[in-house]
C-alpha cells in the first residue's frame, strides 16, 4: 500500500464519524504527500539529470587546439570548449572557424 492509498483509508474511516476538523487534517495531510510526490519525482528527474551530465563530463578530452572530443567517439567530433565550459552544451564545431552557437573564433584562438 503507498501513502496515498493510506490516506484514502483513512478519509473513509473519518467521513463515518461526520468530523469536520478531522476531515480537513486529512486533506491537508494528503495535500502534504501529494507534494512530498511531486518534490520526490522532481529530485529523481534531477539526479539522473546530474548523473547523465557527470557521465558526459568524464568522456570529455581537451585539446590544446581549442576544440574537445568525446572519449570513445569513432568520428571524434570537435566541440566548441566555451560552449560546453559556460553552459555544459556540446555544439559541434564545423568547417567554419566560428562556432554558431558563441561565435567564438576558435581555430585562432590557440595562435
Known amino acids: 500500500m503507498n501513502i496515498l492509498d493510506g490516506v484514502k483509508n483513512i478519509s473513509k474511516i473519518v467521513r463515518q464519524y461526520n468530523d469536520l476538523e478531522l476531515n480537513q487534517q486529512i486533506i491537508d495531510l494528503t ?3 501529494l507534494d512530498l ?6 529530485l529523481t528527474q534531477e ?3 546530474l548523473k547523465k551530465a557527470n557521465d558526459l563530463e568524464s568522456r ?5 587546439d581549442f576544440y574537445i572530443t ?3 567517439d569513432e568520428q571524434e567530433i570537435h566541440y566548441c570548449t566555451t560552449c560546453w565550459g559556460k ?3 556540446l555544439i559541434q564545431l564545423f568547417d567554419t572557424d566560428r562556432c ?5 573564433k576558435w581555430r585562432e584562438a590557440n595562435r
Open 60 to 64: 570529455i578530452i581537451r585539446h590544446k
Open 37 to 42: 510526490i511531486n518534490e520526490n519525482v522532481r
Open 87 to 89: 553552459d555544459h552544451k
Open 100 to 104: 554558431v552557437e558563441c561565435e567564438r
Open 31 to 33: 495535500q502534504q504527500a
Open 70 to 72: 568525446l572519449r570513445d
Open 47 to 49: 539526479n539522473e539529470e
